[in-house]
Nanobody, 123 residues
Framework: QVQLVESGGGLVQAGGSLRLSCAAS????????MGWFRQAPGKEREFVAG????????YYADSVKGRFTISRDNAKNTVFLQMNSLKPEDTAVYYC????????????????WGQGTQVTVSS
């Protein structure tokens, strides 16, 4: 029903920037809430940022607030995560997720997930 494809990950030095993209498709995708999550080896998947397709309200984890920005291009059904001032602790696989009415910060409340894109920040 909903397909999500992440891209834009890579290797960057601490203090650098990356821009992740999540291309979404499916019926009524514009009514969904979109979230970015990340998971480092041996750790639980954690919420990073979220946005409503139609509303524009944004939410951020405290660990990324002021450094990361989530945005969307409704015409292209794409959400972005602009990551600035990257730190080594930001290293993780980043996932895009979608759900019509999730609990924003809880991974298990999202129905749809992308395959993930690796972000590695070197010191």
């Amino acid at each position: 029903q909903v397909q999500l494809v992440e891209s834009g990950g890579g290797l960057v030095q601490a203090g650098g920037s990356l821009r992740l993209s999540c291309a979404a498709s499916g019926r009524s995708i514009s009514s969904y809430y979109m979230g970015w999550f990340r998971q480092a080896p041996g750790k639980e998947r954690e919420f990073v940022a979220g946005i409503h397709w139609s509303g524009g309200s944004r939410y951020y984890a405290d660990s990324v607030k002021g450094r990361f920005t989530i945005s969307r291009d409704n015409a292209k059904n794409t959400v972005f995560l602009q990551m600035n001032s990257l730190k080594p602790e930001d290293t993780a696989v980043y996932y895009c997720a979608a759900d019509p009415s999730p609990i924003a910060t809880m991974p298990h409340s999202y129905d749809y997930w992308g395959q993930g894109t690796q972000v590695t920040v070197s010191s």
